[in-house]
């Protein structure tokens, strides 16, 4: 007995089977991935080769919902993407709750939306500015203290990272997180 030959589906193909399954308009699609309505359409009409760009690429795979690897065209890169634990966080949210990656990309205004796709495959860190990510939070219907927490972690990695000991300056932190507490009315 032949085993039949597996025939991988074209990444075209792949594509406009998703946006027809999840109702997704091109132009949305163009938005949340980054590039011209008219350039999804060449893609999904193979007016022009498949991207091979691995930015484009992941995130459609982002989009979509799977993995970059399951184009043909994409090239695994060389260096790592590091997810930390707050873009960890937000991906275990979304599954936990099961929001779509398009339903959370659409919370958002339409200019927010490529980013949010850059910080699920983890190239953009989850933000610092409080409002940004309180708007995030109420996406995934956040408790105060999550978010608030969600900010802290990422203001003392970026403390650290730029050069602060937060151990040795720990008075001064805690002195300046207790007066974010107070403003954001978590005390």
């Known amino acids: 007995m ?4 597996i025939i991988q589906e074209k990444s075209s193909e792949k594509v406009a089977k998703f946006l027809t399954k999840n109702n997704l ?8 991935i980054g590039v011209t309505l008219s350039y999804v359409y060449n893609l999904i009409d193979e007016s022009i080769p498949f991207s091979t760009r691995g930015t484009t690429l992941e995130r459609i795979a982002t989009v979509m919902e799977i993995e970059p690897e399951e184009f043909e065209e994409y090239k695994i890169p060389q260096e790592p993407i590091l997810f930390d634990e707050s873009i960890l966080f937000v991906k275990d949210t979304l599954r936990n709750k099961k929001i779509s990656v398009i339903n959370f990309l659409k919370s958002f205004p339409r200019k927010k939306r490529i980013d949010m796709v850059d910080i699920l495959r983890g190239v953009l860190p989850i ?29 003392k990695q970026v403390l650290e990272t730029n050069g602060m000991n937060i151990y040795s300056n720990a008075a001064l932190i805690n002195s300046m997180f207790d007066c974010a507490k107070k403003f954001i009315n978590i005390k």
Do not use: C
């Open 2 to 5: 032949k085993n039949k030959p």
């Open 25 to 32: 308009h091109k132009k949305d699609f163009a938005e949340m």
């Open 127 to 155: 933000p610092i500015d409080y409002k940004e990510l309180a708007m995030i939070g109420q996406v995934l219907e956040l408790s105060t203290d999550d978010i608030y927490n969600l900010w802290e972690k990422r203001m």
